[in-house]
């Protein structure tokens, strides 16, 4: 499993989500490699690493429902139990810049 390199040099790293704009917080848990918790509005969910077959990050925390699922230009956080995205957009400081870097690509591209 593999989240953006400040999240593994560091023991936590913000997404923000553009609108509306929240923050989640994610912290690797010591001793346990793989887990994190994740925070959101005030609450805190342990989460552990499920394998995808995509490539994508996926956590879950199975007893309240909640999972955190990353791809290469956006992170969501899911609540399972009642089917809805909490957060949606989110974005990693090294997301965003890998979402600029292809949005200056295809303009430049676009330009005869």
């Known amino acids: 499993m593999e989240l953006p390199r400040s999240t593994a040099t560091t023991t936590r790293s913000s997404w ?32 552990a690493p499920e ?13 309240n429902g909640m999972m955190w699922l990353q791809i290469a230009n956006k992170s969501m ?3 399972s139990k009642i089917g ?3 957060v949606d ?3 990693h400081p090294e997301q965003r810049a ?10 430049s591209e676009r330009k005869p």
């Open 98 to 107: 890998a979402v600029r870097a292809v949005e200056g690509a295809a303009a």
């Open 77 to 79: 956080l899911m609540n």
């Open 16 to 47: 923000r989500a553009q609108r509306p704009f929240i923050a989640v917080n994610v912290a690797a848990v010591p001793n346990q490699k793989g887990w994190f918790n994740v925070e959101y509005k005030g609450k805190s969910y342990l989460m």
């Open 84 to 86: 809805q995205r909490m």
């Open 89 to 91: 957009n989110c974005l």
């Open 51 to 63: 394998s995808t077959t995509t490539g994508a990050v996926r956590l879950e925390d199975k007893k």
